[in-house]
């Protein structure tokens, strides 16, 4: 037999083979990894999809907000309360009138049946029906077109306002639940009642959804969310209105019709932005548990941010970089009429 017809010997075997296994050992774990990622860019693409749906369904909750809440025009300030607050408010789970949270919002705005009227006389205390002037209605519509069941806000330029459930409707006359209000509303103020849609969205940290609130809903936007924030931004100039009765004060002014609210810095661009302590420092307008800071009168713009968590698989997550996001900067074209 000649050198070049002998076969390999064990030496030379054992080393191929202990080759071919480090091979092995290097290439698996980037097969596996390969493997993870091409499962979960079609996740992470269905997910940032659904959340682009998210974003727009919200925003155009925030920019109706205000609509329809109109108060006397004479005033100069059509907006008699806020439509926009840092808490979940008159829904499921509602937190106290007097906090405020990076991580939630609560919407107000007139609800599709544009039911709306002004009171005919003044109430004769908080417990009474509401009396409704119907020869201010809109022709065929029966008490302007409350409906028992239905969320009505009523608000005064005094700047006392609140929502509640349309308990009955009679001629000329609107009961409500709870059975007795925080105040006594009369015409004489601007007293205006209406029909809203209320709506909270906020971050459920256990479940690591969005939610969306309001009475007698509770529906997850979407899953797989790291955070949700909103970050408020004002006008500087302090808020004049609504205007309360002449010879009266209010949150907002005093008897004088001096402001009580001071000149804020200006932190982005043109406006100032509102912390967690800015709106919960007052001075408080309206009675508990419909109490809220009189800074909300300076709110002109909300930015919205949503947090995706990274992919996973069942393997665990993939390493793809940092969580996606998505902001937003919004102005509800309402917001202006409270400058």
């Known amino acids: 037999m000649t050198c070049d017809q002998r076969g390999l010997t064990i030496a030379e075997l054992l080393v191929g083979l202990v080759l071919l296994l480090l091979l092995t050992m290097t290439v698996l774990p980037v097969t596996a990894s390969l493997s993870r990622a091409s499962v979960a860019q079609p996740q992470s693409a269905d997910q940032q999809q659904r959340l682009r749906g998210v974003i727009e369904q919200v925003s155009e909750l925030v920019v109706r907000a205000g609509e329809g809440l109109g108060g006397d025009e004479a005033s100069g300030h059509a907006l008699l309360i806020p439509p926009l607050y840092p808490q979940r408010r008159g829904v499921t789970g509602a937190d106290p009138d007097t906090s405020a949270f990076a991580d939630r919002l609560t919407v107000v705005r007139l609800a599709e049946s544009s039911a709306e009227a002004r009171l005919a006389v003044p109430m004769a205390g908080p417990t009474w029906p509401i009396p409704v002037d119907e020869g201010a209605c809109a022709p065929g519509r029966v008490v302007c077109g409350f409906q028992v069941g239905g969320t009505a806000l009523l608000a005064d330029a005094r700047t006392n306002g609140e929502w509640f459930t349309v308990a009955s409707v009679a001629a000329g006359t609107i009961g409500h639940t709870p059975a007795a209000l925080t105040a006594t509303y009369a015409p004489a103020d601007g007293a205006r ?13 256990r479940r690591r959804q969005l939610r969306l609130l309001g009475p007698g809903m509770n529906l997850a936007l979407i899953d797989g969310i790291a955070g949700f924030e909103v970050a408020w931004l004002g006008d500087p100039r302090p808020p004049r209105g609504p205007t309360p009765p002449t010879g009266l004060s209010s949150c907002l002014v005093d008897v004088a019709g001096a402001p009580r609210l001071p000149m804020l810095a200006a932190t982005d661009g043109p406006w100032t932005t509102l912390s967690e302590g800015d709106l919960t420092d007052g001075p408080w307008c309206g009675r508990e548990p419909w109490r809220f800071d009189a800074d909300l009168y300076r709110v002109r713009m909300l930015a919205l941010r949503v947090i995706l ?31």
């Open 193 to 205: 009642l209406v029909e809203v849609e209320v709506r909270a969205v906020f971050f459920d940290t």
């Open 309 to 339: 968590a990274a992919p996973t698989v069942r393997s665990g997550p993939v390493p793809a970089g940092p969580p996606a996001d998505i902001e937003i900067v919004l102005a509800p074209p309402n917001l202006r009429r409270m400058s």
